[in-house]
């Protein structure tokens, strides 16, 4: 990277960027990053290892395959959209680069953040256990496996198709669904969500609070974020991230116990 952070002076920036605290500017600093044409996949972890250095230096805590772990949940709720300036699909990579909760193991995207505005994110998960094997000595570098356990709210889910290309509903219930794969921009993305038979399941990260005019607080009806999951296909009993969802009615997780949840 260019530049690095610079944290003496009040707030945090780097390349230009102003943020109010660490979570915030690593968003900025990986959608930047992601949007930067990598000659080799295996190079994406490493490259970016002396700001991730950095950012620790700085008051990040543990650090796991692109993310640091204190910035969960919010640091989970990356979406993905064409990287324009190498190909317009994207997927995550064939080779293994990082965990698939990690913004890296996609190729050919760039990632962002959603923001929250004027509403007040509460996390609704909690962070187990997490681990990864280095294939080296660089804390930073490349991975060659890695999970993150946590326990919260996860229901199975058999998504109805909506009009709109990138919402589906569950139990009648509206939202909005962004995909880890897309291989054809005409393809909407209800479509890649329903495209095989294998189950799917919602894990609850993020209820939103709104602000009433009096200054009390409130559940937003759709402010539930979290991520779609997939049964995984190398690790028996654990899952793999297929894409994140934002606009749930939280009324759609009532009643669902906390499970602990293991993804690959």
Not at 15 to 26: D, H, I, N, P, V
Not at 100 to 108: D, H, K, Q, R, Y
Not at 194 to 209: A, G, H
């Amino acid at each position: 990277m260019a530049r690095l952070l610079n944290t003496a002076t009040k707030g945090i920036s780097w390349e230009g960027y102003k943020c109010k605290t660490l979570t915030r500017m690593w968003q900025v600093i990986i959608s930047e990053y992601s949007a930067r044409n990598i000659t080799r996949n295996a190079d994406i972890l490493p490259a970016l290892s002396g700001c991730a250095s950095q950012m620790q230096i700085d008051g990040g805590k543990d650090y796991l395959a692109g993310i640091f772990l204190d910035h969960v949940p919010e640091i989970l709720l990356w979406s993905a959209f064409p990287n324009w300036g190498s190909t317009v699909t994207y997927r995550p990579s064939s080779e293994y680069i990082a965990p698939s909760f990690s913004w890296a193991s996609l190729v050919g995207a760039q990632v962002g953040f959603e923001g929250f505005g004027r509403f007040i994110p509460v996390s609704r998960i909690e962070l187990l256990e997490a681990s990864c094997q280095l294939k080296g000595e660089n804390p930073f570098g490349e991975v060659v496996s890695g999970f993150i356990r946590l326990s919260g709210a996860l229901i199975s889910t058999d998504p109805e198709r909506e009009k709109q290309p990138n919402m589906a509903r569950i139990k009648g219930k509206p939202f909005i669904f962004f995909p880890d794969t897309i291989g054809d921009l005409k393809t909407t993305f209800g479509d890649l969500m329903m495209e095989n038979s294998e189950p799917k399941y919602c894990l609850r990260l993020i209820d939103c609070l709104a602000k009433t005019q009096d200054g009390g607080l409130y559940l937003y009806k759709h402010g539930t974020q979290g991520l779609m999951l997939a049964p995984s296909r190398r690790v028996p009993g654990a899952y793999e991230r297929c894409g994140m969802f934002r606009g749930m009615d939280p009324s759609v997780f009532d009643r669902e116990p906390e499970r602990e949840v293991t993804i690959v």
